[in-house]
Nanobody, 121 residues
Framework: QVQLVESGGGLVQFGGSLRLSCAASGNIFSIYDMAWYRQAPGKQRELVAKITSQGTANYADAVKERFTISRDNAKKTVHLQMNSLKFEDTAVYFC???????????????WGQGTQVTVSS
């Protein structure tokens, strides 16, 4: 009843930029923290960036100064602007949000299906 759908992944050259977007839809009462995670082949899923409903952002050390997370509460979207991309940024990127639905008003950790980002030479 509540879902997150990512878009914007793809193939990009080393040093290039890419912008990921994620839209929440369904029976949404409230969205709290929103975040981007990533998972590279053979590695655990890791937090990339998180943003509170008030707009306070936190970043993993590996992406600080290169990535920017933002959100539009009215549109129920979260974005990740990725600049100066490196080979090690190659991964599947997942959108995550803690969402309360209008069905039961219980908060639930919600995940998107993931979008592939590949950085090439």
């Amino acid at each position: 009843q509540v879902q997150l759908v990512e878009s914007g992944g793809g193939l990009v050259q080393f040093g290039g930029s890419l912008r990921l977007s994620c839209a929440a839809s369904g029976n949404i009462f409230s969205i709290y923290d929103m975040a981007w995670y990533r998972q590279a082949p053979g590695k655990q899923r890791e937090l990339v960036a998180k943003i509170t409903s008030q707009g306070t952002a936190n970043y993993a050390d590996a992406v600080k100064e290169r990535f920017t997370i933002s959100r539009d509460n009215a549109k129920k979207t979260v974005h990740l602007q990725m600049n100066s991309l490196k080979f090690e940024d190659t991964a599947v990127y997942f959108c995550n949000a803690f969402i309360t639905s209008t069905v039961d008003f219980v908060g639930q950790d919600t995940w998107g299906q993931g979008t592939q980002v590949t950085v090439s030479s």
